[in-house]
Each structure stands twice: as C-alpha cells, then as structure tokens.
C-alpha cells in the first residue's frame, strides 16, 4: 500500500481517542503506535514529579460531558465532538443560568463554523467549545451542566524507541501526542515518525536513531530533564515532527542558532529538490524546539513542516480535519522529504574524538 495511505488509515484510528498532557487517550495512542513499532518502550513520569522548575499535573480523564439548554435541546457533547470539553476540565454538575455560563463558554467569532480547541491544564476550571453560531442561538434560562470527569495522582506517559547504527550518533526525531480531534496539528506527527521508524528498522543505518513521542512542550522538557547530558553528547541532529500531513506549502524553521547540521540537511534538502517553501526564523517558534534549543540546551533541533502551527486557519480548530487539511498525497510528499534528510545524513560522517 501507498505509504501516504496506510499513514492516513493509521490516523482514521487514531482519530477518536482523547488524548491531553495524560490519561487513557495518551496510553491508548502509544498502545496502537506500539502495535507497529514493537520495540517502542512506554515510560512514564509521575504526578507531582518535577523536571526542571515544572511539576507534573495529575492525570485527566473523562468519562463524559453534556451542555443542555432550558428546552431540553443538547448543546454539546463530549461523545460526538472531544474538543466540546475544554482540556482538564474539572468535574461539575449542577444548573447554572445563562449569564453564569457565558464565562465557561469559547468560541470564535471570526470562523463562526468551527469548534476552538481549549486547555486549562494548569488552572483547575471547566467549559465548553462551541461554534459562535451556535453560541449566538443560546436562549435565556438555566443550562444543566454535566461533566464526569476526574483528576487524579496518576502519571503522564510518553514513547521512546532506537534504533541502533553502526555509530552511537543520534539523529532524534520528536512528535507529539497530546492534541484530539486534529489532524495536522496533531496526527500528522506520529503517523509520519511511526512509518519513518518502521522503514529505518528495516534497513543497515550508520546513525542510531531515536524517536519520542510525548506531550508538547511539558514532555519534551520532562524528557530533557532525564537525558540533557546524553543528548548534548550524541544527537547529530534532530526535527520535530508536526504539521506535516498537508498539501500546502513548506515551511521550515531552523534552531536557535541556525547552523546545525540538522538545518544544513533541511535545507539541502529541499533547495535541491526545488520545492517552494516558507522559512521562518527563530523568532516565529512555538513548538518543542522552544525547549530543545533553548539556551543551556542548545540541540541542534529543527523543523520541517507543510503549514506551520498558528499559520493556516484551521489551527486549534475542528476544522482541522482528516481530508479537509491532512489527505494521504501531503503525508506522502512530507515522508519523501524527511526520507530524502536520512540519506543526506546518513552520507555524513563524523569521527568522535578518542582523547580524552
């Protein structure tokens, strides 16, 4: 099968699942990722914990959440739509008037068709997602609010798998696990790392490669907190995965410093494959590279994306769809790219130093 399809069927599977920063959405995720990459190893850090001057919230399930108006009409549901709850909501249930409720509701006024994707992970609050058109249909009255959700010490859970070369130096790729019902933004990530692994087991590599996939921003620091040392000393260079399933153009932001051999190899790349693409600077940065490259850091840590994050319309939204944005050609023409990047580097060589 066309890689491009069996990475957009992988993401049809993935698509209903509720992941966040923990919870079974996150486990379920890693177990189907598992299920293809036998030797990724499932690891896990505790509420509570700390990695830097971060400490790890508790784990956030739902079992289900419903918003009904003063006539008995369904507003939103979790079970139709897992962006209608705003991420870690607390549990709640009781009657509430309108005016109350309007301080629990978000929407956007300027795609009044879509659905905003919402956090609190780190403020403990509830509400809803809805459309600003029908946000604008609410009638007056008392609205039954039902959330049966729980926060508890658990654990947040992440993905590591290497793959061995012949060298101990690393080429890392990172992807994240922690965004539901978003296929760009989200999906496009591991499915892309999932079938770049599945390739690379198969094959002699001259370069260990490593792949992790975790919760942005506070799993790669929680990552970087158990392994700086060792990835200072043997990553050669390293992407993070997001934003590639589309067809739209390329875009490409460099780390802080952009001179690594990660960047080299990106832009090689896609110079001399004559591809139209967008590039960024480090200023327009958002996503993990944030904390691998930030100073005391310093990886050599870059990104090739199609639209980037907070770029394209459909971001953060629930119109950011199977089909609608990510199709089975752009994960394709992203892979051939990121496959193209292997083979530049896997032409490089670097001997380490034997002095001491």
């Known amino acids: 099968m066309n890689q491009g399809f069996s ?18 959405g996150v486990r379920e995720t890693l177990a189907q990722i598992s299920s293809e990459l036998p030797g990724l190893a499932i690891k896990n850090f505790k509420s509570g914990d700390k990695a830097f001057d971060w400490t790890f919230p508790k784990e956030w399930n739902v079992k289900g959440a419903t918003l009904t108006d003063p006539a008995g009409k369904r507003i939103c549901d979790f079970s139709e739509n897992n962006l209608r709850l705003v991420g870690y909501s607390t549990p709640f249930q009781g009657t509430i008037s309108l005016d109350e409720l309007q301080g629990h509701l978000f929407s956007l006024p300027d795609q009044p068709d879509a659905i905003p994707y919402v956090t609190s992970y780190y403020e ?121 399933g589309d067809e739209r153009e390329f875009s490409y932001l460099p780390s802080r410093k952009g001179d690594s051999v990660a960047d080299k190899a990106a832009l090689e790349i896609l110079k001399s494959r004559n591809i139209d693409f967008i590039q960024y600077s480090w200023l327009d940065r958002g996503s993990d590279e944030r904390q691998y490259c930030s100073p005391g850091a310093d990886l050599p840590v870059c990104s090739v994306m199609r639209s980037k994050y907070g770029e394209y319309p459909e971001y953060h939204t629930s119109l950011d769809t199977l089909g609608r944005v990510v199709t089975a050609k752009g994960l394709g023409a992203t892979l051939a790219v990121y496959e193209e990047i292997v083979e530049y580097l896997e032409a490089l060589r670097f001997p380490r130093s034997r002095q001491i």
């Open 7 to 24: 990475m957009f069927d992988r993401a049809k599977k993935m698509w209903p699942l509720n992941r966040s920063l923990s919870g079974d």
């Open 124 to 244: 403990e609050n509830w509400g809803f997602c809805l459309t600003q058109k029908e946000r604008e249909a609410l009638i007056p009255g008392d609205y039954r609010v039902e959330i049966d959700s729980s926060l508890t010490n658990g654990r947040l859970d992440y993905g590591e798998l290497v793959i061995p070369g012949t060298n101990d130096r690393e080429v890392v790729f990172s992807t994240y696990v922690c965004h539901p019902s978003m296929a760009n933004n989200e999906l496009s990530g591991p499915v892309l790392a999932t079938q770049l692994a599945a390739s690379l087991i198969k094959r002699d590599n001259y370069y260990s490669y490593r792949f992790v996939f975790l919760p942005e921003t506070i799993g790669s620091l929680a990552y970087m907190s158990r392994n700086l040392d060792d990835m200072k000393r043997n990553i050669l260079a390293g992407f993070i995965l997001t934003c590639v």
